[in-house]
């Protein structure tokens, strides 16, 4: 099993970890989870990065024919699914 389910956006410092099919943002600062990105295909996500820079961050599904889904932070745009 890998260790990489929680990640640090090192800009803002939030912290995004995944629960299911849904990727869990939270603000140690506010002490709150702020949003949550959801798998276009319900699949459980197993790990999650973000982009040095803070805009991107990426999940991983797990299961038969996995996918890596990458959202845009700051729009929250889902952008893509490979």
């Known amino acids: 099993k890998s260790s990489c389910a929680l990640s640090v956006n090192a800009v803002t410092g939030e912290f995004a ?3 299911g099919c849904v ?3 939270y603000n140690p600062r506010k002490n709150r989870q702020t949003h949550y990105y959801s798998s276009s295909n319900n699949k459980p ?3 999650s990065t973000f982009s040095a820079d803070g805009c991107f961050v ?3 599904e ?3 024919q996995p996918s890596v889904h990458v959202w845009d932070t ?3 745009t889902h952008l893509a699914e490979l």
């Open 17 to 19: 970890y995944p629960a």
């Open 23 to 25: 990727l869990v943002f």
């Open 45 to 47: 996500l197993q790990c």
């Open 58 to 60: 990426a999940a991983g």
């Open 62 to 64: 797990s299961g038969r």
């Open 74 to 76: 700051t729009s929250g």
